[in-house]
């Protein structure tokens, strides 16, 4: 990551598409309100960089957000969404901030700063926005008929005695990335602990001890 002048902010933008990287860029360099973006790329791009901490991170979620966990960045994350829908699974993905995506500079400028500060920023058509439940099985299915393609790789992880570091550097994720997706097997098993998620899956033909 660059240096970043004491007086800025340190910012990271994070998201998949570099064309909305670039405008959010600009958009914060007209502002001139002391941001410095020192990183900008995708989620695994920035969270496997070696850097010092942002103070915050701009997140956008793209046009359509499904699952996944917040960048883990070291720093609180202000995401931006599509639609009310994105926006509950970003909360409940680990943002403390969210905005739409066509939000105007000057509202994404004070709310970068708030979040910056440790509060937790709704724009209003996003006030009545609660995390989404993450595990909740479609009506008369069970819930493990819902493992995520991830999940289930995750299992077959927790199966061979991973911890959660060796999870993340089998698949190639960040530990906070694995650590949710071990949380989300866990919750679709209906057990608390990784032993029992094994156990459970192994009765239910998940996996081979």
């Known amino acids: ?46 969270e496997t960089a070696r850097g010092g901490p942002p103070d915050v991170v701009l997140w956008d979620t793209g046009l359509r957000l499904t699952e996944g966990a917040a960048p883990d960045l070291g720093a609180p994350v202000l995401a931006l969404v599509a639609d009310e829908a994105a926006g509950e699974l970003a909360l409940g993905a680990g943002a403390r901030g969210l905005l739409f995506r066509d939000v105007a500079p000057e509202m994404l400028v004070a709310a970068l700063h708030a979040v910056a500060r440790g509060l937790t920023v709704f724009e209003p058509g996003l006030s009545q926005v609660r995390a989404a439940p993450r595990n909740t099985a479609p009506t008369g299915a069970p819930a493990h008929d819902t493992l995520t393609p991830r999940e289930r790789e995750v299992l077959g992880l927790l199966a061979e005695g991973l911890s959660n570091k060796a999870i993340a550097d089998r698949l190639v994720i960040s530990e906070h990335t694995a650590k949710f997706h071990v949380n989300a097997v866990l919750a679709k098993l209906g057990v608390q602990r990784r032993t029992e998620a094994v156990v459970r899956a192994a009765r239910l033909g998940l996996v081979t001890l």
């Open 1 to 46: 990551m660059l240096d970043a002048p004491p007086s800025s902010q340190r910012l990271a933008l994070v998201s998949e598409d570099p064309l909305a990287r670039g405008a959010l860029a600009r958009a914060l360099s007209d502002q001139g309100e002391g941001w410095t973006v020192v990183a900008s790329g995708t989620q695994v791009e920035l």
